[in-house]
């Protein structure tokens, strides 16, 4: 009898304290993924203007036009015109696509290549390791802008050589970040026992040691992804990186700052808020699967 007076008052306690946890641990995420929505919704608008400009504007960004040369914002271009008369709006727009892709494929090389040096580096140790790391403090000795800057002036301004010059400089960070986690991770006991069992090295590393260094992985290409714009801004500013006709939000400003930015500041200012937002968002979302990635933050 006292077992059944007491059962109906426990399944609601139960329930409700399932219920406060489960509160609780949204509540967490919330903080913790407060800053990675908007961030989330800046690159979602900034992925879908790359991916489909035509839904955005109909206007050629490389059509020129000597008769509407440096019109001001008005109803038919929104962002004005430039000095050949070509829509600031449109070629802002399709800008987009160019920052976006060398950005992302410049990162996606850079982490890839420093991510297999630094798990090479880390699994195999010894002399490896050693001669490794020493090229690796060579390559981060010099500043990420210089580096980029000497390699764009050896191969030539082209998208192919932009991207390549752009993710030369990645390559040591992404190697320290990765082989930091393989260090760690090796001697752990599940892979002290594949290795107890006869497991290839090749398995091991791949299978067992790279699946687990995904959270600094990702971490590591959203942070770096918002440097690889802003230099890739750097080298069209400074007309080593995309050529013309295809527009680039860094040529833009390198174009208008030194002769228009005063009597046509439309042509700086769109361009560079442009660069600030894919900036901006890139760097909220690192900061953001940071705090949520790494154990070590979660508490704070």
Not at 18 to 36: D, F, I, N, T
Not at 156 to 183: D, E, F, H, K, M
Not at 222 to 232: D, F, N, Y
Not at 249 to 255: D, K
């Amino acid at each position: 009898m006292a077992t059944r007076a007491l059962a109906p008052p426990l399944a609601p306690r139960f329930g409700r304290g399932r219920l406060v946890e489960g509160l609780g641990r949204l509540r967490a995420w919330r903080r913790q993924l407060g800053l990675a929505v908007p961030a989330a919704v800046v690159l979602a608008g900034l992925l879908v203007v790359a991916v489909a400009p035509a839904l955005f504007t109909a206007v050629d960004p490389a059509a020129i036009s000597l008769r509407e040369r440096l019109r001001s914002p008005s109803a038919g271009h929104p962002f004005g015109t430039d000095e050949f008369g070509r829509d600031v709006w449109s070629r802002v727009v399709h800008g987009s696509r160019i920052s976006l892709v060398v950005g992302l494929a410049s990162t996606l090389l850079g982490a890839v290549v420093g991510g297999l040096v630094g798990l090479l580096s880390g699994y195999v140790g010894g002399k490896t390791d050693l001669l490794s790391q020493r090229f690796m403090d060579i390559m981060q000795a010099l500043p990420v802008l210089v580096l980029a800057l000497v390699l764009a002036a050896a191969l030539g301004p082209s998208l192919t050589n932009a991207i390549i010059a752009i993710s030369v400089p990645i390559i040591p960070r992404a190697a320290r970040v990765i082989r930091a986690s393989v260090l760690t991770i090796r001697e752990l006991t599940y892979i002290e026992a594949a290795s107890a069992l006869g497991v290839r090295h090749a398995r091991i590393a791949f299978l067992h040691i790279l699946p687990n260094t995904v959270g600094p992985f990702v971490v590591l290409i959203t942070a770096q992804l918002g440097g690889s714009i802003l230099v890739e801004a750097a080298l069209s500013f400074l007309g080593l990186g995309i050529p013309e006709p295809y527009p680039s939000w860094g040529r833009m400003l390198s174009i208008a700052a030194a002769e228009y930015a005063q009597k046509a500041p439309w042509l700086v200012i769109w361009p560079g808020l442009a660069i600030s937002l894919a900036v901006f968002g890139t760097n909220l979302l690192g900061d953001a699967l940071r705090d949520t990635l790494d154990p070590r933050l979660r508490g704070r």
